[in-house]
């Protein structure tokens, strides 16, 4: 099965949105000081505990290790569950890699309905150094 362009699109959009939005930090996350940031519009969420956006910002200034690297697949799963739970895709998969000793890109693949798959790559303009 082909994905139209107008569902790539879609989807592309989707993710992008999802995982550069700044989610609200949870209350037993580590921050630099009582800011905990967030979108605004999540305070109140038309879903209870419907949030938009990832925590991917909450590692923005921790040394990139082995468990950096598996919160980040975590934060970015974490921002996409929505697509699974809304029905948009059938799986999610987040692959990272560690390019340097301060850069981890992340590559989500969605699969659709029929098996199709979609791996995202960010362009380089929107991958963010330091643990993202």
Known sequence: MVISSDVEAALIRAVTISLYTWRRAETDDPVDDDERFGWWGDSY??????RIG????????VKLTPQTQRDAEA?????LQWLLDDGHV????????KVDINRLNLVPT???TGGTRLEIKQPSSWQVIYAV
């Open 45 to 50: 969420p038309p879903i209870t505990d419907d």
């Open 54 to 61: 990832s925590r991917l910002w909450l590692l923005r200034r």
């Open 75 to 79: 934060y970015a799963h974490e921002a």
């Open 90 to 97: 059938i799986d999610i998969a987040i692959a990272s890699e």
């Open 110 to 112: 969605l699969t659709i």
